[in-house]
């Protein structure tokens, strides 16, 4: 497996120069080059929206065995289902035919070390308090839950008997389900 920590090489093994937003320019540059038209439209091929943490150890595709088109994925800090992650899902059931949702935390979150107190030091360094939650947790289980609750209560989203949540445990890669009640 290749991480980014890797040293990124340039043609014929040397080393490339610039920044990591250069060297992911490039690399689109040699994908477009051999990039085929998949013929595909927006709506997902499973019917499914996956709600994921954005932490880069998750490879949700290849966990979750999804090819290209199979589903919407949404990720954020934690995986959380804040508001936006409703309109997102919103927009996904209403106007792209989505119908099951998959919500994914993950063990060794960093939102477990973070507490709204956060904000209050934001505020004081920028001047400005934030107007969104930290949405930190202690324990990610019940977060799921809350998480699975807050789509299944949302008047917004049409297809609400299909949601499942799971914990990704990042040292085996097997995800662990969790019971809603």
Known sequence: MTTSASVPAGPEG????GTVTDRLVEANA?????FTDPGMDARPVLQVA???CMDARLDLHDALGLDLGDCHTIRNAGGVVTDDVIRSLTISQRALGTR????????????????????HDLEMEVGQRP???????????????????????????VHTDDV????FDVKTGLLREIDPA
Do not use: K, N
């Not at 040397?14 to 120069?17: C, F, L, M, P, R």
């Not at 499942?164 to 914990?167: A, K, L, Q």
């Open 100 to 119: 099951s949702v998959v919500l994914i935390h993950h063990t060794g979150c960093g939102l477990e070390t973070l507490t709204e107190e956060f904000r």
């Open 131 to 157: 107007a969104w939650a930290v949405e930190a947790f202690r324990d990610v289980d019940q977060d799921v839950r809350q998480s699975m609750q807050r789509v299944r209560t949302s008047p917004f989203l």
């Open 30 to 34: 040699r994908y477009a080059a051999a």
């Open 50 to 52: 996956v709600v994921a």
């Open 164 to 167: 499942r949540g799971f914990v």
């Open 14 to 17: 040397a080393i490339s120069v």
